[in-house]
């Protein structure tokens, strides 16, 4: 394993060797989890060894990616959703290809995404025995519709039509609703002339007329749309902003729980009547839409960070601690997620979880003093003092 070059991607392995460039080389922090990549590059050692290098790049890459247990591609998921729509995924034909398109970013992370779901399919499709087989004839030097057939017992077409469906479950499970198309002002205003019955048109010009201290046009647009379809999402978060800034937010309130009655998935009127719940200090009702939220829509909005916010604000520790765990768990290589995480156990005396924590922390940045100092005591509280003391040595 050698330390790598400045400036270099985070890991690279050729088989037998593994190269990791130093955090520190280039004179700055490159904050990235060393572990995460270790495991990763390990992966592909492992991989790549056993199969003599005849395994493709998607199932190598893919079972890489599984290995680090992140969710870290989780954020190419609406790339995923658009490219699905627009019939232009990547299938075995023209997935490799995609890994080394270093000037298209975006084809690179949906590539890395895609290697990961075929992993995932397969899995789901003929068992974590499935891609044990599938190695073993690739290793065979079978290609890729020869393989298929031998280890899973299925033509490729047919292979690729479940793969296809599967990625649609993945896309409604994860990827949020599609946006509206962005549109300026004076687009929108003709929008709504042209097609004055349009409910989504208006409450979305509305919106814009709210944001103009035009409250009483935006009134006027969604009280007309409400009068057709009472519950409507857009124009009752429009409508509760105007009776806000009115100081009535019991009606409000009563508006955003309509609609979120006709409504339940909808993830504009759930984030906003969370919001509204946090600023009344009712920090229970709060959570309880946010964690509605992130169920029915959870690719839709930052729920685990409103989630954060309110079990922070309501002195609920362990609540917290459960939001921010699976926030490192996204973004892997976020050092402050990982103190955090620390205190909170160690302060709530749970030092298995602080070292735990701790450590992560130290994978981020191995010379981080307030790491080490949370490691040491987490070590102390445990009576592991030959550990400690071996720790100790190395930091001197």
Not at 145 to 161: Q, W
Request: aromatic share 6%; hydrophobic share 45%; proline share 5%.
């Amino acid at each position: 394993m050698l330390p790598g070059l400045p400036g270099a991607v985070q890991g690279a392995c050729t088989g037998p060797l593994i190269a990791l460039p130093s955090p520190r080389a280039d004179g700055g922090a490159r904050a990235y989890n060393w572990a995460v990549v270790v495991r990763h590059e390990l992966t592909h050692a492992f991989n790549l060894l056993q199969t003599e290098h005849r395994a493709p790049v998607w199932l190598t890459e893919g079972l890489a990616v599984r290995a680090e247990n992140t969710k870290r591609f989780g954020q190419v998921a609406p790339l995923l959703r658009d490219r699905l729509a627009a019939g232009t995924v990547f299938d075995l034909d023209t997935i490799s290809r995609a890994y080394k398109r270093f000037n298209q970013p975006a084809d690179v992370m949906l590539a890395y995404y895609q290697g990961l779901l075929y992993v995932e399919w397969i899995a789901k499709s003929h068992g974590e025995r499935g891609v044990a087989k599938l190695l073993d004839a690739f290793k065979t030097g079978a290609g890729t519709d020869a393989a298929l057939k031998t280890a899973l017992g299925v033509e490729r077409p047919v292979f690729e039509a479940g793969y296809r469906k599967f990625l649609g479950e993945v896309v409604r499970e994860t990827a949020p609703r599609r946006t509206d198309p962005p549109m300026t002002f004076a687009e929108l205003e003709a929008a709504h002339k042209k097609a004055p019955g349009d409910p989504d048109l208006a409450a979305r010009l509305a919106g814009e007329y709210l944001r103009r201290d035009r409250a009483n046009d935006a009134k006027a647009l969604v009280e007309a749309v409400r009068a057709k379809e009472k519950g409507h999402p857009g124009a009752a978060v429009v409508l509760a902003r105007i009776l806000k800034r009115g100081k009535d937010d019991a009606g409000a309130r009563a508006v955003l729980e309509d609609a979120a009655g006709t409504h339940p998935g909808d993830s504009r009127v759930l984030l906003e009547l969370g919001k509204l719940h946090f600023e009344q200090k009712d920090y229970d009702r709060a959570a309880a839409r946010y964690e509605q939220g992130r169920t029915a829509a959870p690719g839709e909005a930052d729920w685990l960070d409103q989630l954060a916010r309110v079990y922070d604000v309501a002195k609920k520790p362990d609540q917290l601690a459960a939001v921010l765990a699976e926030q490192t768990v996204v973004n892997p290589d976020d050092i402050q997620l990982c103190l955090r995480l620390a205190k909170l156990h160690a302060n709530a005396n749970r030092p298995v979880d602080a070292e735990r924590f701790a450590l992560r922390a130290l994978h981020i940045d191995v010379l981080s003093a307030d790491a080490k100092q949370l490691l040491f005591a987490a070590l102390e509280s445990q009576k592991k003092i030959q550990e400690l003391d071996a720790l100790r040595k190395r930091y001197q």
